[in-house]
């Protein structure tokens, strides 16, 4: 038979069960905001340049066919392909993996100015890369702080399959 516990020992349990729970509620809300965090900026990021990629309604399409890079900027001629785009002489594409002197891609216009991005499936996964990272990064997070390490497996590969599916087409 166990024997009874006694009543100022059960009482004093009661507080420490308390602030364990507080301190894991704690725990949960800053590792949570920190992820939430984490992946709000990286879909910010993202959304600079994946906005013009993905919703090309009334943009002006065509292709540029890159003549020289400095300086952290490509430029070349544009070519229009939808209606109501016109030709220039010069256009600015970001000198990245994506972009190489003497190629021809596919791009899409940022209203305004002479900056282009690059469009089609190509574009779109270039475009997304801050949040793959950002889930690379957030899946440590919910895995070590949050304690849910199949969540942060799904997140990490996510992440993972974004980045390689972004190199694989460009």
Known sequence: ????????AA?????R???RAVLRFGRFAAMGTVTALILIAGVWASWGTAQ???LTKGREQGT???????????SGPYAPVSAGSQA???VVIEDSVAVAKGRTYSVVMKPGSDDVVRSGPAGVLYAWVPLGGALLLASV?????????RAGWVMAGAGVA?????FVAV
Do not use: D, N, W, Y
């Not at 540029?64 to 490509?74: L, Q």
């Open 141 to 149: 997070v919910v895995a070590g702080g949050l304690r849910r390490t």
């Open 1 to 8: 038979m166990i024997p009874a516990m006694p009543a100022s």
């Open 64 to 74: 540029v066919e890159v003549t020289r890079c400095g300086g952290g900027t490509c």
């Open 17 to 19: 069960q308390a602030s």
């Open 162 to 166: 974004l980045l390689t599916a972004a």
């Open 88 to 90: 220039r002489e010069r």
């Open 52 to 54: 013009h990629v993905l």
């Open 11 to 15: 009482a004093a349990a009661r507080p």
